[in-house]
Structure formats: C-alpha cells, structure tokens
Nanobody
C-alpha cells in the first residue's frame, strides 16, 4: 500500500518560507507514473490545489500561487518538499500531500495532513 506522511513546522511567522516534506512509502516518486501533489484546506474552506512534481521531475503550480511556490524532491529519501515563500495568515491551512494519477483531479492516496498556522 502507498502511504504519504507530511512533516514540517506547525507554526510560522509572516514573511517566512514554509517548507513541508512528504515522505512516500509503497511507491517510487521517480519510477511510478504519478504526480506527487500538494493540496491545502484553510479552516472552514474547500480544498485548494497547490502544485505537483511529476515522476519525471517536471513541476506545475497553481497560477494563484506559482510566484511563491516551488516543489523539490530528494529521490534518495523518496521524498518531495513544498516550499511556499512569503507566507501570510491567509496561508493558514491543513496541508496535504497526495498522489495523483493524471496531474489533475485523480487523487488516490492522501497523507493525513498537517496544520500550518501563520501568525505574528
């Protein structure tokens, strides 16, 4: 079975860079043809897609966030990492990593999520 686990800070100050890692087991982020994605959900709101890094290393980001977003990977650790620059309180959300089958709207495995609160 595929498992994904988010890790990173729960509290951030405005203007800092948020880095969240997703460690994957049961699948290879390089060899299996999937899109390794980040999705977030602000409190009381719906899901917002952030972006992905594909199995071939290509990246794609939400046009609403791309100026502040990058996703990298460490293939040795089978891990991919979200970097979100210049965070504000509006970035407060539960952040999920997920596997997507086609890079769009086909998530089949989710991490359990991690709450990130941005506050001065």
């Amino acid at each position: 079975q595929v498992q994904l686990q988010e890790s990173g800070p729960g509290l951030m100050k405005p203007a800092q860079t948020l880095s969240l890692a997703c460690t994957v087991s049961g699948a290879s982020i390089t060899s299996d043809p999937y899109y390794w994605s980040w999705i977030r959900q602000p409190p009381g709101k719906g899901l917002e897609w952030i972006g992905y890094i594909a199995y071939n290393g290509s990246t794609y980001y939400s046009p609403f966030l791309k100026s502040r977003t990058s996703i990298s990977r460490d293939t040795t650790k089978n891990q991919f990492t979200l970097h979100l620059n210049s965070v504000t309180p509006e970035d407060t959300a539960v952040y999920y990593c997920a596997r997507d089958a086609n890079g769009g709207n086909a998530v089949d495995y989710w991490g359990k999520g991690t709450l990130v609160t941005v506050s001065a």
